[in-house]
């Protein structure tokens, strides 16, 4: 299983970036994907998760309302849009996949699989 996440850069504050995530190995509908932040010293922490037929979406209070998680399952690819950015949503961004159903989609311990992760920026 390999997951390979892209698009991540250097923008300014208000701008947009749209990261992909692209999944090998993997059915593309039989797993939930994740997307995780992590900025330097702290925790890693949820952004958003997507349902393995993209009905249902989650997203961390902090993000709701300026990023939107989608995927095609044709393609066996997950993205995350993100607008209206800040300085505070300066992180590395990961990508994730869990075959787990339950609930807790914003754990990161209930997901299996994990990108190598992309750097965002944002400038002030």
């Known amino acids: 299983v390999q997951l390979q996440a892209s698009g991540g850069g250097l923008v300014q504050a208000g701008g947009s970036l749209r990261l992909s995530c692209a999944a090998s190995g993997l059915t593309s509908s039989y797993y939930r994907a994740g997307w995780f932040r992590q900025a330097p010293g702290k925790e890693r922490e949820f952004v958003a998760a997507i349902t393995a037929g993209g009905d249902s979406t989650y997203y961390a209070d902090s993000v709701k309302g300026r990023f939107t998680i989608s995927r095609d399952n044709a393609k066996n690819a997950v993205y995350l849009q993100m607008n209206s950015l800040k300085p505070e949503d300066t992180a590395v961004y990961y990508c994730?996949?869990?075959?787990?159903?339950?609930?807790?989609?914003?754990?990161?311990?209930?997901?299996?699989?994990w990108g190598q992760g992309t750097q965002v920026t944002v400038s002030s």
């Open positions: 994730a996949a869990t075959t787990f159903f339950g609930r807790d989609v914003d754990k990161d311990y209930r997901y299996d699989y």
